[in-house]
């Protein structure tokens, strides 16, 4: 298995937005093939910032990869630009294959 995450700075007073945002958007993962999970985390509260995560399970590494190529990917990320007012910085992504489990 495969784990994919995006560490999201979020501006203070706007986490309410951020998270109708990913509420109620179309991700598009549905029956794309080797997803499991999508879960989207809430962290501390800094001074400048909200951390999120963005935490996505796949059946491998590869599955992950095909999905970035993809047209689903694509759709999923088309309108990513509209609330760059919400972030402080470009989100950090991180991948995580799985050791021991």
Do not use: Q
Request: charged share 30%.
């Amino acid at each position: 298995m495969f784990i994919a995450m995006n560490r999201f700075r979020i501006t203070p007073g706007e986490e309410a937005a951020f998270e109708d945002v990913w509420r109620n958007r179309d991700s598009h993962l549905e029956g794309v093939p080797g997803f499991r999970e999508f879960k989207l985390l809430r962290g501390p509260e800094r001074e400048d910032h909200t951390l999120y995560a963005s935490h996505t399970i796949w059946e491998s590494r590869e599955a992950f990869e095909n999905w970035t190529k993809s047209e689903s990917f694509k759709a999923a990320h088309r309108n990513a630009g509209d609330n760059k007012h919400m972030y402080l910085g470009p989100p950090e992504f991180e991948g995580f294959d799985i050791a021991v489990g």
